[in-house]
Structure formats: C-alpha cells, structure tokens
C-alpha cells in the first residue's frame, strides 16, 4: 500500500475514532464538543476554570497561536464548559525536539538548564504540544480527562500529519496509569534538569510523546482498550 493510501485510511480511522470519542464523552454528560482558535477567549476560560492559562497557550507568550494552534471546549448539558484543552504546531526543520524543549522552556521559565529528557532525541520535523488540559471537578470523577486526550490528538493528525505529539504532565498521573488511558506510548520521568531552578516552577514533570506510528496504531486500535482500563480504574 502506498504513502498515500495509507494516510487516507489513518484519516478514515481517526474520524471513525473522533466520532466513537464524542459517542463516549456524551454518554458521560459531555453535550458538546467545539474548535476554537480564540485564544484571548480560552485565556478567559482558563481563568475562570484554574486561575489563568499558562504561558505554551498565551498570546503575549506564543506568536502566530491563531494559525497554528486550537483548543477544544466541552459543555455539559447545562451550556456550561467543563473541559477544555489546547494543542499547538511547531515546525522544529533540523532542530531535535530534545534541543527546542531546553531553549523553549528556558525561555518561558527563566533558568538554566543543564540537560533535557534524551528520548526525543530523534524527533525532528512538525511536532505538537498537548496541554492546557483543565476539567471542572464535576466531571473529573469521570474518567472524561484522557477521551478528550485522546480525541484531541486525533484531531491533530488528521490536521497536521505531526512527526510527534507530546506533552508536560505531573509525575504522580503517570504513576497512577494516567499517561496510558490518555493513549501515550512513550514518557520519561524528567522532561529537563535545571542547573539553575527559576523561581515558581515545579520540577515534577514528565515528559510523554507519541510518534506518528503510535498515533496510528491508537485509531486503528480504538477506544476499547482504554475505556475497559479506566473501567478497571473506577474499581
């Protein structure tokens, strides 16, 4: 089978798994899942929701955000938005994801930093940035938190053809099989150390990332796996 065949059938499998997700997330009181690449209006969201939004998704951080990125609202039956998320496109050329991970948050931190998680090490090309994920509490007891995870990063092949996807998340999530129900294959406990901590930041992140083959293996494979674990989890 051709290159091109085969991302026909990947787009065929993400839509089928776009639309198995949005399926789920309304038998879990999920009314409405929408696209939005006004980011002054989720800096808004975001502050209601959490307090305010972090500098990978603010404008007066990140140029251009508009024509590279989106975010993902969810209402609940109510009208009210109880979810939502972000992802954003980088064009790395040459540069590893490693080598703009170390430039790229030294930049939004401050800070020195002396080394960065080595397992991107290989990825170049377009890559995007998974995060901004915040969920009202009412819905957090749902398991709702990695279906949209994984329907965001569905939407994001489908629209960019990404080399990788990756993003920052608390150490303890991953511990407890969070990065596995959000669909990623690939994590590393640290994502930098910092030879210099700049003030105000945790450095209890890990790092998880998907390549294009495992975003293509997760629509091939479906939702099943997923929701039988956070079945298992809810137990």
Not at 144 to 169: C, D, F, H, S
């Amino acid at each position: 089978m051709t290159r091109t065949k085969l991302r026909l059938q990947t787009n065929l499998d993400a839509c089928r798994f776009i639309a198995d997700g949005i399926r789920l997330a309304e038998a879990e009181g999920i009314n409405h899942i929408g696209l939005s690449n006004d980011f002054d209006k989720l800096k808004k969201v975001a502050t209601k929701l959490k307090g305010g939004v972090s500098e990978h998704f603010d404008p007066a951080y990140m140029d251009l955000l508009s024509e590279r990125a989106f975010w993902m609202h969810c209402r609940d039956d109510d009208g009210k938005i109880v979810a939502v998320q972000a992802m954003r496109k980088d064009e790395l050329g040459a540069t590893t994801l490693e080598e703009f991970l170390k430039a790229h948050l030294a930049r939004l931190n401050g800070g020195v930093i002396k080394s960065a998680a080595p397992g991107p090490r290989r990825i170049t090309g377009t890559v995007v940035y998974h995060g901004e994920m915040v969920l009202a509490k009412r819905v957090r007891a749902r398991q709702i938190g990695p279906l949209l995870a994984r329907i965001a990063q569905a939407i994001a092949l489908i629209e960019w053809k990404p080399n990788a996807v990756y993003g920052l998340t608390n150490r303890h999530l991953v511990l407890n099989g969070f990065r596995d129900r959000k669909g990623y294959v690939h994590g590393s406990p640290h994502v930098v150390e910092w030879q210099e901590l700049p003030p105000n930041y945790s450095p209890s992140y890990s790092l998880l990332w998907n390549e294009l083959e495992d975003l293509e293996h997760m629509m091939r494979l479906g939702h099943e796996v997923y929701v039988a674990d956070a079945e298992k989890q809810r137990k």
